[in-house]
């Protein structure tokens, strides 16, 4: 007799251990996702009425346990389980996206420094139908790293549009788009791509005035080096790149120049105008101490002529000349 309630017992753990086995293998692993906000709510259900269960932060892992229409049935690495409004997660590969960003960014120089003028999505890639990573505020700073003309989604034509044009499409439209590093008010490491015109460049006074009356629009600025004022302030000079005409432009800038402070004059004045060049950031600086007005150089890839091409440019004194070609300004 007990010989027979020891074999059924064991027949009893094997079938259940088999069982086991079988369900956990056919259910695999849980999807990963992650709070794609700055505050996620979990809450208790997808009906109307509802309660907040718990709140996640922008990056943390979530594991998904179901999902029903636009809801996400989720667990917290804590323990606890809710429901998730899908467009406030960031999947498995829209994450790794946001961080081989952040690496990369960590190796790219600030071409300029803004922030964001209205409220702004972030996203993994150039163009409106990438993946977003965040939601930004306005007023949220910015550095600018690398700029890249995309093209518009267009709508499809209506019916005999193109036959009224004779077969020939529309003029394909683009904008800019900007791969920057974000400064969050919370302090999260965050990168990402953003339409250009949601973002007010913070040029310093009096750039913009100068760039207006030329009919300039900024691209980027940067410090050559600083003039000494019979004041005694250091008043900074300044390289400027910018274009004229619209966004979406196929050089990052097309127009260059070269600010310096007259003491004389207590004002800035131009030094250097070259207005020839389809250049492409990064702008490379060398340059000695800032508070000394010695000489300085800059360099760009210059694209006039389809085959890249490297230019460099020397500034002394007020005086700005590009190596080797004998070009100058007074």
Same mark, same amino acid.
């Given at each position: 007799m007990?010989?027979?309630?020891?074999?059924g017992?064991a027949?009893?753990?094997?079938v259940? %251990?088999?069982?086991?086995v079988? !369900?956990?293998?056919a259910?695999?692993p !849980? =999807?990963?996702?992650?709070a @794609?906000?700055? #505050?996620?709510?979990?809450w208790?259900t997808?009906? $109307?009425?509802?309660?907040?269960?718990? +709140?996640?932060?922008?990056?943390?892992?979530?594991?998904?346990?179901?999902?029903?229409?636009?809801e996400?049935?989720?667990?917290?690495l804590?323990? %606890? +389980?809710?429901?998730?409004d899908?467009?406030?997660?960031?999947?498995?590969?829209v994450?790794?996206?946001?961080?081989?960003?952040?690496?990369?960014? =960590?190796?790219?120089?600030? =071409?300029a420094?803004?922030h +964001?003028?209205?409220?702004?999505?972030?996203?993994?890639?150039?163009?409106?139908?990438?993946?977003?990573?965040?939601? *930004? +505020?306005?007023a949220?700073?910015?550095d600018?790293c690398?700029?890249? $003309?995309?093209?518009?989604?267009?709508?499809?034509?209506a019916?005999?549009e193109?036959?009224?044009?004779?077969?020939v499409?529309?003029?394909?439209?683009?904008?800019?788009?900007w791969? %920057?590093?974000?400064?969050t008010?919370? #302090?999260?490491a965050?990168?990402?791509?953003? *339409?250009?015109r949601?973002?007010?460049?913070?040029?310093?006074s009096?750039l913009?005035?100068?760039a207006?009356?030329a009919?300039?629009r900024i691209?980027?600025?940067?410090?050559?080096?600083?003039?000494m004022?019979?004041? @005694?302030t250091?008043?900074? #000079?300044?390289?400027?790149?910018?274009?004229?005409?619209? &966004?979406g #432009?196929?050089?990052? !800038?097309?127009?260059?120049? %070269?600010?310096?402070?007259?003491?004389?004059?207590?004002?800035?004045e131009?030094?250097?105008?070259?207005?020839?060049v389809?250049g492409?950031?990064?702008?490379?600086?060398k340059? =000695?101490?800032?508070s000394?007005?010695?000489?300085?150089t800059?360099? !760009?890839?210059?694209?006039?002529?389809r085959?890249?091409?490297?230019?460099?440019?020397?500034?002394?004194?007020?005086?700005v000349?590009?190596?080797? &070609?004998?070009? @100058?300004?007074r």
């Amino acid at each position: 007799m007990i010989r027979k309630l020891s074999l059924g017992f064991a027949l009893i753990l094997v079938v259940s %251990v088999g069982v086991y086995v079988h !369900f956990h293998r056919a259910r695999g692993p !849980f =999807e990963a996702v992650y709070a @794609g906000d700055r #505050q996620v709510t979990l809450w208790s259900t997808t009906a $109307a009425v509802r309660e907040p269960l718990t +709140t996640v932060s922008f990056g943390d892992r979530l594991e998904v346990l179901g999902r029903f229409h636009g809801e996400v049935k989720v667990r917290t690495l804590t323990g %606890v +389980t809710g429901w998730v409004d899908q467009r406030e997660l960031l999947t498995a590969d829209v994450w790794q996206g946001a961080k081989n960003l952040e690496a990369r960014v =960590e190796t790219l120089p600030v =071409e300029a420094r803004g922030h +964001t003028r209205v409220l702004s999505n972030l996203h993994v890639e150039p163009g409106r139908e990438s993946p977003r990573i965040r939601q *930004l +505020t306005k007023a949220v700073s910015l550095d600018l790293c690398e700029r890249q $003309a995309v093209e518009v989604p267009a709508a499809a034509p209506a019916a005999g549009e193109e036959e009224e044009s004779g077969g020939v499409p529309a003029e394909t439209k683009k904008e800019d788009w900007w791969l %920057v590093r974000v400064h969050t008010p919370d #302090q999260t490491a965050l990168s990402g791509w953003i *339409l250009g015109r949601f973002i007010e460049l913070d040029v310093p006074s009096p750039l913009p005035d100068y760039a207006s009356s030329a009919g300039m629009r900024i691209t980027a600025w940067f410090e050559l080096n600083r003039a000494m004022d019979p004041s @005694g302030t250091a008043k900074p #000079q300044y390289l400027v790149v910018g274009t004229r005409g619209p &966004e979406g #432009q196929p050089c990052d !800038f097309t127009l260059i120049r %070269v600010f310096t402070w007259s003491a004389k004059r207590q004002r800035y004045e131009t030094a250097f105008v070259e207005s020839d060049v389809c250049g492409k950031l990064p702008v490379k600086l060398k340059r =000695e101490a800032l508070s000394k007005a010695a000489d300085t150089t800059f360099t !760009f890839e210059d694209l006039s002529h389809r085959v890249p091409e490297e230019r460099t440019y020397r500034m002394h004194q007020t005086i700005v000349r590009r190596v080797g &070609e004998g070009k @100058g300004a007074r």
